[in-house]
Every structure is written in structure tokens, then in C-alpha cells.
């Protein structure tokens, strides 16, 4: 995650195979070769444009098992400590059509559309001070996207 002296938060807009938008913090899918922290570096890039030179954390962790989906998530989450740049949306996946600054007492009502594995994380960490790499993690039991997404642990 990447926010501002000011406390601002970098949220990208997100564009769903279903059509569907849901806003998150920069991210997305480790390359082959790729470190954690060397995709979130440029997925942040790409995504909206900021540089990031350091980072610290994981300052959270989410697993999502979702078998009848066919899907297993890990997610990192780190915090930018020196970042450059200004936004710029180049998403060569097509995925992130908007990116903007959000002031924190805004992120949960910009996050309303996402899905609970991203919002409810992110949101104890900016409002419950959750930074200790914790582990969130997340089942999906049914066998479509509007199944009810279950927290284990």
C-alpha cells in the first residue's frame, strides 16, 4: 500500500471479467522469477504510475481458499516507505482503468463494492493499527462468485 505524508491512501479502480468495478490498493499476480515485493513494485508502476524504492511489511497476509472456484489466493501486503511519481494509469492488463489519492476516513465507502478478503484487512490496518504480517484468512465454499465468503481465521 502507498499513502501519502498526508495520510491519503492509493486506491486503483478495477474492472472485473464480469464488468463489475471494485477498488484496492495496487497489486496483482507474481511473475515467474519474481519476488513478492518485485511485482508489487511494478504493478504499482504500471497500475498508477508510482515508483516505489522501499518497502516495508508484510504488514498483513490473506489467503482465500475457494476450491469449487478453482482458486487459491496469497496476498502480501506491504507499505511503500519511498515512492516517486504521479498518477499515471498503463495497466497493460487493461484491468485498472482510474487510480486516486483517498483520504482514510474515505477508503471504507470506496471500498464498498470490494470483496471482504481486500476491504476488511486493509481496513484493520488503517483503523485498528494492524501491521504484525498477521494472517487473514478467507474461505469461499460455493461454487459461484456470489457465494458467501467465509473468515477462518
Known amino acids: 500500500m502507498i499513502r501519502q505524508p498526508s495520510g491519503a491512501l492509493l486506491l486503483v479502480n478495477n474492472v472485473r471479467r464480469d464488468g463489475r468495478n471494485d477498488w484496492s490498493t495496487p497489486g496483482g499476480v507474481v511473475d515467474p522469477g519474481e519476488s513478492f515485493l518485485e511485482a508489487l513494485t511494478r504493478e504499482s508502476e504500471e497500475e498508477a504510475g508510482i515508483k516505489v524504492s ?5 504488514i498483513y497476509r490473506v ?7 478453482g482458486f487459491h489466493l496469497r496476498v502480501e501486503a506491504h507499505a511503500a516507505v519511498a515512492f516517486t511519481g504521479e ?10 482503468i482510474d487510480a486516486q489519492w483517498v483520504d482514510v ?3 471504507a465507502n470506496q471500498m464498498a463494492s470490494a470483496s471482504r478478503f481486500v476491504s476488511e484487512p486493509l481496513l484493520a ?10 494472517l487473514f484468512g478467507y474461505e469461499i465454499p ?4 456470489g457465494s458467501e465468503i467465509l473468515r477462518v481465521t
Not at 54 to 58: I, K, M, R, S, Y
Not at 63 to 69: D, F, G, I, S, T
Not at 125 to 133: A, I, K, P
Open 142 to 145: 460455493g461454487a459461484d462468485r
Open 105 to 107: 476516513a474515505n477508503v
Open 63 to 69: 489467503e482465500v481458499l475457494a476450491p469449487k472456484l
Open 125 to 134: 490496518h488503517l483503523h485498528d493499527g494492524v501491521s504484525d504480517g498477521r
Open 87 to 96: 498518477i499515471t494509469v498503463d495497466d497493460p492488463d487493461g484491468i485498472v
Open 54 to 58: 522501499e518497502w516495508v511489511g508484510p
